[in-house]
């Protein structure tokens, strides 16, 4: 079997998504909780306009799920703690050999590294739980990883992190060898691309360890969208400088040089814990869409609609508040998980 894990612009069959439930994730008082569950369900009407949503629901959630989510979204009851879908949920995959296969990349996730406020241990079966619902053949893989760490074309290109794959907390033994082969056989890559590390506030003790989805993506042709932070007194505009002259000189599978095409981050800097790391790249595209972050401020929103429309083209671009999602360690790309149509849906 030759799995291939398609670009994100493919058909999907639908989306999944991970209800917030109570913990450290979704917050401490009831004002911070209500702000979770309204923003992850902004996020799951948006992309419902667009294609079917499934949203796994831990049954003390139920009740609130389907009165917040309405009849639009089918909902699957299964036990969550962490509800980051792309992390703890599967990586689809196909085999271009068997028309109408699917297959479901179950990673081991160990919480971002096992630090110690995590509570992780039910999502990480979320994997077969969906791959089970969505009709997918499971290929188990021993590599820790989450979907955020990972982007790819379609075509042979993956786009990796240094601090996230070969971390030792996740992946103690692990060398670039080892996870490149790992990524050739489980999503079909042939050509791995390396970032040094990631967006600065994913390093504090809620981050990621640099996941690439918060820092740069591949639209196809070539071309890959880079968050570009344009301030001189914030962090990340040494890194996103130093990332863009490390990606100039780089090609992909099919040896065409990259072009990079720079998403301005925000003008707001800073929050209450420090540098933020609002980014536009951690964007959903969807049938005929995008939905992208927003943040509060009109004029970058309009600016990263027009960059993604001009680089998905043929989709209508619409932006929902990122704000509480990010506050608590992502963004709409990382409560997102695509599923890829196979045979004659495709």
Not at 178 to 190: D, I, N, P, Q, Y
Not at 287 to 292: I, L, Q, R, S
């Amino acid at each position: 079997m030759a799995w291939r894990m398609p670009p994100e612009t493919a058909p999907h069959e639908r989306c999944w998504m991970a209800f917030p439930c109570e913990g450290p994730t979704l917050g401490d008082t009831g004002t911070e909780r209500e702000a979770g569950y309204a923003a992850w369900t902004a996020v799951a009407l948006a992309i419902a306009e667009l294609e079917p949503v499934t949203m796994v629901v831990d049954p003390s959630e139920t009740v609130r799920a389907r009165r917040m989510l309405g009849s639009g979204i089918e909902i699957l009851e299964a036990p969550v703690d962490e509800f980051w879908m792309r992390d703890v949920g599967p990586t689809f995959v196909v085999d271009d050999a068997r028309p109408g296969a699917l297959g479901a990349v179950d990673w081991v996730f160990n919480g971002w590294g096992a630090p110690a406020w995590a509570e992780w241990q039910k999502s990480a079966r979320l994997g077969r739980i969906v791959a089970e619902a969505a009709g997918a053949e499971l290929v188990p893989s021993d590599l820790t990883n989450e979907g955020g760490g990972i982007h790819v074309d379609g075509e042979g290109t993956v786009l990796l992190t240094e601090t996230v794959q070969l971390d030792p907390r996740r992946n103690p033994t692990a060398t670039r060898e080892s996870v490149e082969a790992e990524m050739a056989a489980r999503l079909g890559a042939t050509r791995a691309i390396w970032l040094p590390r990631g967006l600065t506030r994913d390093y504090d003790d809620f981050g990621t360890n640099g996941h690439v989805d918060i820092v740069a993506t591949l639209v196809g042709d070539g071309r890959l969208l880079l968050h570009a932070q344009t301030d001189p007194a914030h962090p990340d505009y040494t890194v996103s400088a130093d990332l863009r002259d490390l990606l100039k000189g780089q090609a992909d599978a099919a040896g065409r040089s990259l072009e990079i095409v720079d998403l301005p981050a925000p003008t707001q800097l800073t929050d209450e814990h420090g540098p933020v790391d609002w980014s536009y790249v951690n964007h959903y595209v969807a049938n005929g869409g995008v939905v992208a972050c927003g943040f509060g401020d009109d004029a970058a929103d309009a600016r990263a609609r027009e960059i993604l429309a001009e680089a998905y083209p043929g989709r209508a671009v619409v932006t929902v508040d990122a704000r509480e999602i990010f506050a608590r360690g992502g963004g709409i790309h990382c409560i997102t998980q695509q599923q890829p149509a196979v045979g004659e849906r495709a």
